[in-house]
């Protein structure tokens, strides 16, 4: 390939990497605290849902331009990258005053994606959202339209602790 060459960027996964066409790198890159909530680090960003099925509909975005869950590898990095995000859904949703005991935490799982940049949806109550999207949207019981978090930890391989099963685990802060 030369450097004139056009680069297919929804492949490229290398560290910051950002996609031009990709509304989620486009709200990274902007930063607006209007939009980006905290807790945030250098590998995540977490955004309200623009469309929530429940009073407390967050995303955690991956900082990286990772197409999807199933685009994550059996490696520590990618390990970290999850456990990290999922800690920080648990953060935002206690920060809101959410019973951790009533929430969704998952991934839509290719083809069933909308927007193709890693997110995890982090939802409470799980008990007040519709029907269709209880049951449906966002099961991780039904097929694999969405995906749970410890499906996807067990995938790449780094499902070794309860960390993500034990919501009463988290501290309040």
């Avoid at 031009?20 to 995540?44: M, V, Y």
């Avoid at 869950?69 to 390990?79: G, R």
């Avoid at 969704?104 to 909308?114: A, D, E, K, Q, V």
């Amino acid at each position: 390939m030369t450097e004139e060459s056009p680069v297919n960027l929804n492949i490229v996964e290398t560290t910051k990497t950002l996609v031009k066409n990709c509304i989620f790198c486009n709200l990274i890159t902007a930063n607006d605290p209007n939009i980006i909530l905290e807790p945030r680090s250098d590998q995540f960003v977490i955004i309200k849902d623009i469309k929530p099925v429940a009073t407390h509909h967050f995303l955690v975005l991956s900082e990286k331009h990772i197409k999807s869950s199933k685009s994550l590898q059996p490696n520590e990095q990618d390990c970290n990258l999850l456990k990290s995000m999922v800690a920080a859904a648990k953060q935002i949703l206690l920060n809101n005053g959410c019973d951790l005991n009533d929430i969704r935490m998952g991934f839509h799982w290719p083809p069933f994606y909308s927007i193709g940049h890693l997110h995890l949806h982090a939802i409470s109550p799980a008990s007040s959202m519709s029907a269709f999207n209880r049951f449906v949207a966002f099961n991780p019981s039904f097929s694999y339209v969405f995906v749970d978090v410890d499906y996807v930890l067990k995938r790449i391989g780094c499902k070794d602790t309860n960390e993500t099963e034990n919501p009463s685990s988290v501290s309040k802060q």
